[in-house]
């Protein structure tokens, strides 16, 4: 075996163990929840008032998004994931709170704010099962103020106390209105005084988050900052 080769699978073994050990943490995941919603029909003819395609709506789904899929990913490693956000007082929303329900996550850091809706981004897919399906357009339904009393409160609250339980916390940051100066200051002083893993993956700027364990920016959000 080769230097190279030998390297290389101790860097494969040395990740499966960091997965492996995924089991059994206990992980808060604060941010945006979003609803992805999946429209999917299949294409019958072309519009006689505008050069678009009529699809045949066969089939409508909604599955985590934002930080709620970060939480997903989190809970098939083996993690037990607590979540703080909003949703709102919608048929997304209720959608969305059964698929957390399904995976098992608790969501009792999960509020309903009737002053906003569910953040939905709607995926017009046009095709079949027998074929690639196409995307065709998105629709995205946001607000992106920030979480207005009393539901920042109520998730501030949450947070300190859930934050003495848990092995790690994630910052999920679509620019949705979770992650405000006030829920950063509740949460990553009180983190770091614990000793907690503190991960953020944000979409706007990196500079608001001092002293945290990891960033994962992806290129053009890493270039903004630098």
Not at 104 to 111: E, R
Not at 124 to 141: F, K, N, P, T, W
Not at 190 to 210: C, E, P, Y
Request: glycine share 8%; net charge negative; hydrophobic share 40%.
């Amino acid at each position: 075996m080769t230097f190279n080769a030998h390297a290389s699978e101790l860097a494969v073994s040395h990740l499966r163990s960091l997965i492996d050990s995924f089991a059994g943490k206990r992980m808060l995941v604060i941010g945006d929840m979003v609803a992805d919603e999946y429209l999917i029909g299949r294409p019958t003819r072309i519009a006689r008032e505008a050069p678009v395609l009529i699809l045949e709506l066969q089939e409508e789904r909604i599955v985590p998004g934002g930080a709620t899929n970060v939480a997903v990913n989190a809970r098939s490693l083996g993690a037990e994931v607590f979540l703080a956000g909003v949703v709102g007082d919608d048929l997304p929303g209720q959608n969305l709170r059964r698929a957390i329900d399904d995976l098992g996550m608790h969501q009792d850091g999960l509020v309903t704010d009737t002053t906003r809706p569910t953040s939905t981004k709607t995926r017009i897919m046009a095709g079949s099962s027998q074929v690639v399906r196409q995307h065709v357009v998105r629709l995205d339904r946001v607000d992106t103020s920030d979480v207005s009393e009393p539901y920042k409160g109520q998730i501030i609250d949450y947070i300190k106390q859930v934050l003495p339980t848990i092995d790690a916390v994630m910052l999920s940051d679509y620019e949705n209105g979770v992650i405000s100066p006030d829920i950063i200051e509740a949460c990553i002083p009180a983190a770091r005084a614990l000793n907690k893993v503190i991960v953020v993956d944000s979409h706007g700027s990196l500079f608001r988050f001092q002293g945290v364990t990891a960033l994962t920016p992806n290129q053009p959000e890493a270039e903004l900052t630098l």
